[in-house]
């Protein structure tokens, strides 16, 4: 880019980002995980604080030249504080030399994240709150029973599907061929949330079973009747392939993983479905 | 950016959309209008090779370094292609001195941009949609009425306050302050596209009346309440300052302005509805 950018190289890297769930902060950790960075995590703070930190990050600082922001995760690298997952994302990926190596790789790497965030993170996410995120639940079961369906037999092949045909063009093992980035980690991230309880293997035992919350992913039966298929074996082979990474494998192990709760993914047994 | 990217200046723009709609094109076609740059556009091709324009350029070129994506708009310069709206403005920002000119502009002004997007325009097309982009409006129209309401009594507000909260933060005109930005542009075009029925000013003139699809527009009417409140005034303000500006007026009135249809933004008399 002809902007001037930061080239900040001793300031702390601080994710702002409520503690309980995994959430959209679980993105950017992997990142920071995958290359080895330090980095500072107000979801480790006691709830209280943390939701202090994110309220009071949100705000313009009058000092800076950062605006409000709307809501988390937000990043602070020195003077300057963002929001927005994948824009959080664009700014560390080269400094973590995740963002390819190829000349304007990091649009085409912005791009990838950007659609499994839309597809495989929002669209989910909807389907327990089509009608509005005020509402809970329990007042919009009807209509999320009926986006579930309609999302497990419509949404989940075609995105499944596109992400077969990148790995597929790309001839992998990664989604830009060779060259491992955060997109790779995005859609892993996105997908491991489907995929906990249909895919059994020795990782699964590392999820602490006394966790009230350890079975609460969406659409478990669908992922598995997916992986059944053999149509998406490659986008299957990519999450495997994350899972094996050293830096993330010790990471996913540790307390610093945080449990999955009732966030963007849930489980409610009356809308894990499988396509007719 | 560390990446090495491109300042290829000499191939053309070449916008890839179909026409019909303003749609998320729209957002491009603006940025590069205020610019005075030139580009091409499929959607000024005969429908049928617009679609096919479309169809082509989300697939990968064997010889290229893109990958396949997902869904339009796509943008193509000279050896790059991508995909998502707010990546290719974010790739065109800089270029067309449209995001700012502080370091680390280029990030506070993609998080603007991508809340816009969110809360504007994705919300509210989910309003006619919320079950599934599948199924016909007349199949999900409960819903749909119930979506709706929620989103005109808590989100409608909760959008405009956050961006009078912005502009109040940076004092003027515009979301960074002095520095007009392509996020600037996206919060018009999405504003706009609820605001045309419910704020007269000579400007809707210019909009065929004879068109069938000229009142197509999102929830005129809690728009209208918006306004009268005076709570979001600088949001109104920015409306009307980015209207007047000379390149963007005479693009709004001229043939290259898509007309609206059947798109993002859909009027339907049940859905347009006051908070009580």
Redesign the interface.
């Known amino acids: 880019?002809?902007?001037?950018?930061?080239?900040d190289n001793i300031s702390p890297y601080e994710l702002i980002y409520y503690g309980g769930v995994p959430g959209r902060g679980e993105h950017i950790r992997l990142a920071l995980e995958e290359a080895g960075a330090s980095y500072t995590d107000t979801a480790t703070l006691p709830m209280g604080e943390g939701r202090e930190a994110v309220t009071t990050a949100l705000e313009?600082n009058p000092r800076s030249?950062?605006?409000?922001?709307?809501?988390p995760p937000l990043f602070r690298h020195g003077?300057?504080t963002?929001?927005?997952t994948?824009?959080i994302l664009?700014?560390l990926g080269?400094?973590l030399r995740l963002?390819?190596g190829?000349?304007?790789?990091?649009?085409?790497v912005?791009?990838?994240a950007?659609?499994a965030l839309d597809?495989l993170s929002?669209e989910v996410h909807?389907c327990h709150h089509?009608?509005?995120v005020?509402?809970y639940y329990e007042e919009q079961k009807e209509?999320s029973h009926?986006?579930s369906k309609?999302?497990v037999k419509?949404?989940l092949p075609k995105h499944l599907g596109?992400w077969e045909?990148?790995l597929t063009?790309?001839e992998g093992p990664w989604?830009?061929g060779e060259s491992f980035t955060y997109a790779d980690l995005v859609l892993f991230q996105a997908s491991f949330s489907f995929l906990l309880l249909s895919v059994r293997d020795p990782f699964h035992a590392q999820v602490p079973s006394t966790s009230p919350f350890s079975n609460m992913f969406a659409f478990p039966k669908a992922m598995g009747q997916a992986k059944q298929s053999g149509k998406y074996d490659r986008v299957f082979q990519l999450w495997e392939a994350v899972k094996a990474r050293p830096n993330i494998a010790a990471y996913l192990s540790s307390e610093r993983r945080q449990k999955y709760d009732w966030g963007i993914y849930r489980y409610y047994p009356e809308n894990d479905v499988v396509a007719d």
């Open positions: 880019m002809s902007q001037k950018v930061s080239s313009k030249q950062n605006p409000p922001y709307y809501a003077a300057l963002i929001s927005q994948s824009n664009l700014y080269p400094k963002a390819g190829g000349e304007d790789d990091v649009y085409r912005n791009a990838l950007l659609t597809g929002n909807d089509p009608i509005a005020e509402l209509e009926r986006r309609e999302w419509n949404r596109y045909k990148v063009s790309s989604l830009l």
